[in-house]
């Protein structure tokens, strides 16, 4: 078999290398086309395509895609990883759950997710949903190279993992950032800073500013080795809350959309180290429920979601891919797509 991945944002590499790790597990053969976002986070290993024709004469068994298109043109089916989990950031017509007519296959999450993604697929009748579990979550139940962060930075204090989405109208960004500032220079905790990579340049700027003894900026595509070594999360409505969440840990949010009982969520930033506090005590209680909105979210922890997606795939590739309705026409979208890509063969 031979697959592709289709990246055009940059959390997009973590979440297809598990998938690559499993593809070359049973000898089969990946290739990458990147776009919209750098090239240099592709390892010398991985096999790059630089233009829409390479990826032609390719010609992939399958497209994996980890954001929310996919170029219609390309070879073989197109299958939808998804680049995060659903954070109720919108309403579900329009967000997590808006089909665009560009997938062939819905590799879905949990039971969250999985029944309305199979009434959609059952409505329009030209892709299907399979839960599978996502392929980002595996190495956090993988015993590997990624779990030694705190010991290559040297911290011996607990770590305090801050996060937060790029929505103006959702972003604790800076309504926080004076806070962290003086938390991280008491020296309580350890501090990591990751932020999402549309957040604007200033924002950015002004976290990376506060490094120092107690505070690490941490600039990556890959938050795994993070949301490992730390002990509690900071954050506000962003959907990496849910993939920290997963391995029972307690999560502190600033005025989060739909806050439940598996938060410790605030209003105002003097209410953060209380929070934190009350947090770390990791009530039974407040385990019970983060456990249970976990298991409602992704019930997967054997870390072999990637290979659920690939059984998946060619489960599809062999019974339906081909005997299913057409998509949508969207001549305009078309046409657009192929002027990103420069590509006008037919």
């Known amino acids: 078999m031979r697959y592709l991945f289709f990246v055009s944002k940059l959390y997009g590499y973590s979440i297809a290398r598990p998938v690559q790790a499993a593809i070359r597990a049973r000898g089969d053969e990946a290739a990458w086309f990147v776009h919209g976002v750098s090239d240099e986070y592709l390892h010398n290993d991985e096999q790059q395509l630089k233009t829409a024709k390479e990826v032609m004469d390719y010609h992939a068994d399958a497209t994996f895609v980890t954001s929310n298109w996919v170029p219609y043109f390309f070879p073989g089916a197109k299958v939808q990883l998804f680049h995060g989990f659903n954070a109720e950031k919108r309403d579900e017509q329009v967000g997590h759950f808006r089909i665009r ?173 209380n929070a934190i506090d009350s947090a770390l005590t990791l009530s039974p209680e407040l385990i019970s429920k983060i456990r249970k909105y976990a298991d409602w979210l992704h019930p997967y922890r054997d870390g072999r979601s990637s290979e659920r997606v690939l059984d998946a795939t060619e489960a599809f590739l062999k019974n339906d891919y081909g005997k299913l309705k057409h998509k949508p026409l969207n001549f305009r979208r078309r046409m657009s797509t192929r002027k990103k890509l420069g590509y006008w063969h037919w």
């Open 101 to 273: 007519g560009d997938f062939d296959l819905y590799c879905t999450q949990g039971p969250s997710t999985t029944p309305k993604f199979q009434q959609l697929a059952q409505q329009h009748g030209y892709f299907q949903a399979v839960e599978t579990g996502w392929p980002k979550i595996d190495p956090l139940f993988q015993t590997d190279e990624q779990t030694g962060l705190r010991e290559q930075l040297g911290i011996k204090k607990t770590i305090v993992l801050y996060t937060s989405t790029f929505s103006r109208r959702l972003t604790a960004a800076p309504q926080l950032h004076d806070t962290v500032a003086q938390l991280a220079n008491e020296g309580r905790w350890h501090w990591l800073v990751n932020l999402h990579p549309k957040m604007p340049p200033a924002i950015v700027d002004s976290y990376k500013a506060l490094e120092g003894p107690n505070l690490s900026f941490m600039d990556t595509d890959n938050i795994t080795p993070l949301l490992k070594a730390a002990d509690v999360m900071v954050s506000d409505t962003s959907s990496v809350v849910f993939e920290f969440m997963l391995q029972d840990k307690p999560v502190v949010t600033c005025r989060h959309r739909n806050p439940g009982p598996h938060l410790v969520n605030i209003q105002e930033a003097v209410e953060l180290e």
